[in-house]
Structure formats: C-alpha cells, structure tokens
C-alpha cells in the first residue's frame, strides 16, 4: 500500500513525468490529499489496505481520506468519486465493483488533475493511469484450483465455487482461471464442478448461499 500512495505522490506532482523522493516526508505545501474507495465498508481486507494506506501517508506527509459504499454497489462508488471530485482531491485510489461502470467519473476526475489509481479490482484503461496487483489473476485462480485438490481426499467428488458478485472486476477472472485449471490437467480428474455461485459483498450473503449449495449437492466435497 506504501507503493500505491508514492506512485500517487509520483502522479499528482505532473501529469507529465514525475520523479518522487522515495521515503522522504514532504512538507506541508508539498502534501497531497488522496481520497481511498474500497469496495464496502466492515470487510477486513480492505480494513487491512485502509491500515498500510494511513501508515504510508503518514510517512509521507500526505493526507488520506477513506469513505466506501456501506453496501457495496458501483452507484455508491460513483458517488463517492464525484465527491472526490468536488473536494478537489490530488489522487483517487479504487477498488472497484465493476470494470466499466466508474470508468466515467474517473476520467472526469483525471481531466480536472487527479491521479487515479486502481488496486485489488481494476477498472477499464481509460478510468485510470496506473493498477497496483497484489499478484496475478491467473496464479490466484490456478492456485485456487490446486489448494481445492489438496483439501480434498484424494482429490475426488463434486466441487462448488462460491464467489461474490460476477460482475465484480478481479474475481470473476480468479473464477475463470479457477476452472481452467481443474480442467486442464488430468490430475483433477476426480474433481466435478457442479455449481458456480455468487453470494455478494457480505458475509451474510455467503453464509446464505453456502447453506444453499450444501443443500443442493448434499454430496459436496468441496467449496
């Protein structure tokens, strides 16, 4: 998270090519205002990257904002953006709901002078200048896929894969990638998909649908 907030730092000093003094504190006149929107609020994820985000603008010397959609819906991160916007902030870091729906506001954003950076979820190229991954679509899907083959003995029976939103930008490439891998190698014979679920932002929502899938394939090996 560190890393995000320089390369922020790096964006709002020009939007042309910025040079950043890694580690060194900036002084007041030099301080950015940087405007955080994770998916939802009350997720421990995102509590965790709001944690490293203040740590780094206290390094250095730049001022953090945190406001996310209490339900976590692409309206609400639209709204937040706009906002943003007219609290005429330096830099926009997101995690979004969906890959195209915010691309708008953050290229209404980008055209008034702020920096736009994406992490964990991206958006469409055009909504922002740089994505910071905490590691590659295809290896988190792949490793799903091979974890669900070690959990499970002798990596044999009927699997779901239980995800949130379908819609949403990361995980329904980690879910693609997912089921490549059970059905790229012959080690995952044993392995059948038999449900792709989604059960939303909230913890609730996928107590819910566990309970639905278990039910559905009393035979289940695997989720």
Known sequence: MKNILRMLSALS???????????AATTPSDAHKILM??????????????????????????????NSPANATATEQSRIIQSGIAQQVDGIILS?????????????????????????????????????MQATSEGIGRSLGQ?????????????????????????SVWVKWAQEELKGDPK?????VVDVAYGGETDAGAYTRT?????????????
Not at 40 to 66: R, V
């Open 188 to 192: 995952y014979a044993g392995l059948t």
């Open 13 to 23: 000093t020009t939007s042309a090519i910025a040079i950043v003094a890694i580690g």
């Open 147 to 171: 974890v669900i083959c070690d959990v499970v003995p002798g990596c044999k029976g009927e699997i779901a894969i239980l995800s949130s939103d379908p819609n949403a930008p990361n995980l």
């Open 37 to 66: 929107i994770s998916k939802m609020q009350g997720n421990a994820y995102f509590a965790a990257a709001e944690t490293g985000a203040a740590e780094a603008a206290a390094e250095l010397g730049d001022e953090i904002i945190f």
């Open 211 to 223: 309970q639905e899938l278990l039910k559905a394939h009393p035979n289940l090996a695997g989720l």
């Open 96 to 132: 979004a709901m969906d890959p195209n729906a915010v691309v708008p506001d953050m290229q209404q954003a980008a055209g008034e002078g702020i920096a736009t950076v994406t992490y964990d979820a991206d958006i469409a190229v055009p909504g922002r200048a740089l994505m910071a």
